[in-house]
C-alpha cells in the first residue's frame, strides 16, 4: 500500500468494516502527508461511525486550521458551474506547489472531517466547538459552513440551536437550507 490511490482505495474498501485493524490503519492515513489520502480517510471514518475516531478527526481540523487553505488563484475563462466550458488556473509567479495544493484542497478535508463527525453522531466538546466556529464563519468557504450545518443537525445538540438559527440568515444558500432543516432537527 504505497500509492496514494491504494492508499484512499483501501479506505474506501474498509470503511464500513467493524476490525481494529482496519480502523487503526485507516487512522493511518488520517494523518497522512497527502491530503488526498486523509479526505479518503475522513470519509470511511464517517461511514464506519465509530465514536473512537472523534478525536484523530477533531485533531484534523486542528490541523487544517493551521494550514492555509484559501489562495484565490486567477481564473481564464469560466462558465457556471457544472459547464463543460474550459478555463485555466493562473497561479502568480514564484507560487510554491505547496500554495497551489492548498487551493486545490481548499475547504474539502475540513468539510469531510465535518460531515463525518455528523455520521458518527457523537461528539466531544471540542469537535462541536469547531463545528460551531465553521458554521457561522464567513472566512471559511461555503461547503465547510454548510457541512458544519449538516453534522450539528445529524448530531441535534440542543446547544447548537443559537448558532444554527444564526446561519440561516446566511446568504449563501446551501449554507442558510442546511440550517434551517438542522434547526428542524433539533426542534422536533
Not at 114 to 125: M, Q, W
Not at 157 to 177: G, N, V
Request: glycine share 4%; net charge positive.
Amino acid at each position: 500500500m504505497n500509492s496514494t490511490f491504494d492508499m484512499m482505495e483501501y479506505c474506501a474498501a474498509n470503511a464500513t468494516k467493524k476490525d481494529d485493524a482496519s480502523f487503526k490503519k485507516i487512522l493511518t492515513c488520517l494523518s497522512d502527508d497527502n491530503w488526498r489520502v486523509r479526505y479518503a480517510a475522513a470519509i470511511a471514518l464517517g461511514d464506519r461511525k465509530d465514536p473512537n475516531a472523534v478525536d484523530a478527526l477533531v485533531q484534523v481540523l486542528d490541523n487544517e486550521d493551521k494550514a492555509p487553505l484559501f489562495s484565490q488563484p486567477k481564473l481564464e475563462g469560466g462558465a457556471h458551474a457544472g459547464s463543460n466550458v474550459p478555463f485555466s488556473v493562473i497561479f502568480p509567479k514564484g507560487t510554491t506547489e505547496a500554495t497551489k495544493e492548498a487551493w486545490r484542497r481548499r475547504g474539502r478535508l475540513i468539510q469531510a472531517a465535518c460531515l463525518a463527525l455528523g455520521n458518527i453522531g457523537k461528539t466531544s466538546p471540542k469537535a462541536l466547538e469547531k463545528l460551531h466556529r465553521y458554521t457561522t464563519d464567513q472566512k471559511c468557504d461555503y461547503s465547510v459552513r454548510a457541512a458544519s450545518c449538516k453534522a450539528l443537525g445529524q448530531l441535534a445538540s440542543p446547544e447548537s440551536l443559537p448558532i444554527l438559527e444564526k446561519a440561516t440568515k446566511d446568504e449563501e444558500w446551501c449554507t442558510s437550507c442546511e440550517a434551517r432543516k438542522a434547526v428542524k432537527k433539533i426542534l422536533k
